[in-house]
């Protein structure tokens, strides 16, 4: 059995109370033996009336057993408190000097544990390790994000800078094709802009989903036929597979946002002959979404982090090409804040997969729920 620290505290709060009544016990014996020794002395010798004697005897024993007991129960509840103070303040003094030293920036710093997972102080120090890690891991995702987001401001922008500059120089002349090169560039700045802009407010609290009960085959017909022709301009083939009958009750625009995000990014990198298909199934409480590309694939190490903001698989990527790096974790953030789950897998192409919980009172097709 692992000893936590209420178990522990329990321990010692019952070798204490024995220790109290032994002391009570030995003290009341012992003193009632000695009165009743020097009284029965004093009856031998008839020097004191025998009533009046044994009263006083009979008191002094009693005084004197709880003296004994009081001093013991004091000596004893001095040094367990100092023990008891010790041994809980140690863990948690250790808990604050880390802390200030991770508030300082220090924050590879951690707390040692003992290795008892049912202590509750070795708890606490695992949860101060594991916020440290978060911590760790937020500040390295800020930094890099910062990065990013310099890069992809940077390039564009020297791009225009240069088209610009040369045209005023009159090296190039201001043609119809270089200008609609330069707004493409202002375009793409536009949508980073403003797809941050979405993801800040996705992400913050006070963004409220407009809910209501909406057609799960509906919304992703719907954004099949919409994005047809940009497969067929690609010579791609866009498949529906089967997709269960069943209403969700979800943001109609933000749920049709994450089908279009999640295909537009199939679109983006599959080549030429190529296919995507859609199809669904029902699981526990839920039905699951996957869009399957045969595209370039995903390496199994880069699976994690295919959700972060501004990451791509193939660094050397363009623009043009590879978008901003933010419709994933835009998708990602979306589909959580109806309660669900996106993963993704590679194998030949890649699979975005989707759950969304059933959560639609009576819903017709609940019946229908299996087990995968």
């Not at 797809?195 to 992703?220: G, M, R």
Request: net charge neutral.
């Amino acid at each position: 059995m692992k000893k936590t620290l209420s178990y522990r505290i329990s321990i010692i709060l019952i070798f204490y109370t024995t220790a109290i009544l032994i002391i009570a016990s030995i003290a009341l014996a012992t003193a009632t033996h000695h009165h009743f020794q020097l009284y029965g002395e004093e009856i031998a010798q008839g020097s004191h009336d025998r009533t009046e004697s044994l009263n006083s005897h009979l008191e002094q024993a009693i005084l004197q057993s709880i003296g004994l007991t009081v001093g013991g129960a004091l000596i004893i509840t001095l040094i367990m408190s100092i023990y008891i103070a010790k041994k809980i303040s140690s863990p948690l003094v250790k808990m604050k000097n880390i802390t200030l030293v991770m508030a300082r920036g220090k924050r590879d710093a951690r707390l040692p544990l003992k290795g008892t997972p049912k202590d509750e102080v070795d708890q606490l120090a695992a949860s101060i390790n594991h916020l440290a890690e978060q911590l760790d891991q937020q500040e390295q995702l800020r930094v890099t994000m910062t990065e990013n987001i310099a890069h992809e401001l940077r390039t564009p922008l020297t791009t225009l800078n240069s088209f610009l500059s040369a045209i005023q120089d009159g090296i190039w002349e201001a043609t119809p094709e270089r200008i609609q090169s330069c707004r493409e560039e202002i375009h793409r700045l536009v949508q980073m802009v403003n797809d941050l802009e979405d993801l800040q407010t996705l992400t913050s609290t006070a963004q409220q989903l407009t809910l209501k009960d909406v057609p799960l085959t509906k919304s992703i017909e719907q954004v099949i036929d919409l994005m047809k022709p940009s497969f067929s301009d690609k010579g791609i083939i866009l498949e529906r597979g089967f997709i269960p009958e069943m209403t969700i009750h979800a943001d109609e625009y933000r749920i049709i946002q994450i089908w279009t995000n999640l295909l537009s990014n199939a679109l983006k990198f599959t080549s030429n002959g190529g296919k995507v298909s859609v199809y669904g199934k029902l699981v526990q409480q839920g039905v699951q979404i996957t869009v399957k590309d045969t595209g370039i694939g995903i390496p199994t190490e880069q699976l994690a982090h295919v959700f972060e903001r501004f990451y791509r698989v193939e660094k050397s990527r363009n623009r043009k090409s590879g978008g901003g790096g933010l419709g994933l974790a835009i998708t990602k953030t979306l589909v959580e804040r109806h309660g669900g789950q996106i993963w993704a897998e590679s194998d030949e192409g890649t699979l975005f997969h989707v759950y969304l919980p059933n959560t639609v009172k009576n819903n017709k097709i609940k019946s229908l729920f299996v087990d995968e």
